[in-house]
């Protein structure tokens, strides 16, 4: 079974060679790694031409925002199965992929998701996102599964679509909705951690930036013409971080 991995970057010289490390010390052979540069201007296709020997592919050009570089990733995969890994994060452990690949065989699903942690820049954990098990009205309650530990086959794509450029903070979620809510694929949840993601998202980055990102999360149920409990889903949402906070710290109390 063949893994493609994707990562996307942009001027990321700080945190890049953590990620294609990550990549590297992955026990799984099989895996095609595919990054796709917005046309860095600082040292970081320096770092990754310095990591060919793990790189399948490399493209390094203009692109219209973050989906629009993962699409172009989708494009260029090969694999039966596909993940993204963003340009500051990395997997939780070496044997991450190999983990991901046991449970499709065992599950025989179109995608899985598990968990993660976040970390700030110092590699301290600071917050844990479970995601738990999917039902049937959990998008209606602001569930998600973490996007960064989602993996899908690459047919699943094919048939149902890739990211919806249209939206700017929310296009991971809109597919995820699609694809798990809307058109029902199977899914498989692998309770582990599997990614360490770092804070500091762009869609976090600002109050205006997470007000556009909860209005691009509405926008998703209409366009996939779906009905959401309107005030709940909107609000929902943002509490469940509070959750994760609070997993972290009784996590964080427990070994002290």
């Given at each position: 079974?063949?893994?493609?991995?994707?990562?996307?970057?942009?001027n990321?010289?700080?945190t890049?060679?953590?990620?294609?490390?990550s990549?590297?010390?992955?026990?799984?052979p099989?895996?095609?790694y595919i990054?796709?540069?917005?046309?860095?201007?600082?040292?970081?296709?320096k770092?990754?031409?310095s990591?060919r020997?793990i790189?399948?592919?490399l493209?390094?050009?203009?692109?219209f925002?973050i989906?629009?570089?993962?699409n172009?990733?989708?494009?260029?995969?090969?694999?039966d199965?596909?993940?993204i890994?963003n340009?500051?994060?990395?997997?939780?452990?070496?044997n991450?992929?190999?983990?991901?690949v046991?449970?499709?065989?065992?599950?025989?699903?179109?995608s899985?998701?598990?968990?993660l942690?976040?970390v700030?820049e110092?590699?301290h954990?600071?917050?844990?996102?479970k995601?738990?098990?999917?039902k049937?009205?959990?998008?209606?309650?602001?569930?998600m599964?973490?996007?960064?530990?989602?993996?899908?086959?690459?047919?699943?794509?094919e048939?149902?679509?890739?990211?919806?450029?249209?939206?700017?903070f929310s296009?991971?979620?809109e597919l995820?909705?699609?694809?798990?809510?809307?058109?029902?694929?199977?899914?498989?949840y692998?309770?582990?951690?599997?990614v360490?993601m770092?804070?500091?998202?762009?869609?976090?980055?600002?109050?205006?930036?997470?007000l556009?990102?909860?209005?691009e999360?509405?926008?998703?149920?209409?366009?996939?013409?779906l009905?959401?409990?309107?005030?709940?889903t909107?609000?929902?949402?943002?509490i469940?971080?509070?959750?994760q906070f609070k997993?972290?710290?009784?996590k964080?109390l427990?070994t002290t």
């Open positions: 079974m063949k893994i493609s991995i994707i990562t996307i970057t942009k990321s010289e700080n890049i060679e953590e990620t294609i490390n990549v590297k010390s992955q026990t799984y099989n895996i095609e990054i796709v540069d917005g046309a860095s201007d600082d040292n970081t296709l770092i990754i031409n990591n020997d790189i399948t592919t493209i390094s050009e203009n692109d925002g989906y629009d570089a993962m172009k990733g989708l494009s260029l995969a090969t694999g199965i596909i993940g890994l340009s500051d994060d990395t997997y939780f452990s070496p991450t992929v190999e983990r991901v046991q449970a499709f065989k065992a599950n025989n699903t179109d899985i998701y598990s968990n942690c976040y700030d110092h590699k954990i600071i917050r844990y996102w995601a738990g098990v999917l049937k009205t959990s998008f209606q309650f602001g569930w599964p973490p996007h960064p530990t989602f993996w899908v086959k690459k047919s699943i794509y048939k149902h679509g890739r990211f919806n450029t249209d939206f700017r296009a991971d979620y995820m909705l699609r694809l798990l809510h809307k058109e029902k694929i199977s899914w498989h692998l309770n582990e951690l599997t360490k770092r804070i500091g998202g762009v869609s976090n980055a600002s109050i205006k930036n997470r556009i990102a909860n209005s999360d509405i926008k998703a149920w209409k366009i996939n013409h009905k959401p409990i309107w005030l709940l909107r609000i929902a949402k943002p469940r971080k509070i959750t997993i972290w710290r009784k964080r427990s």
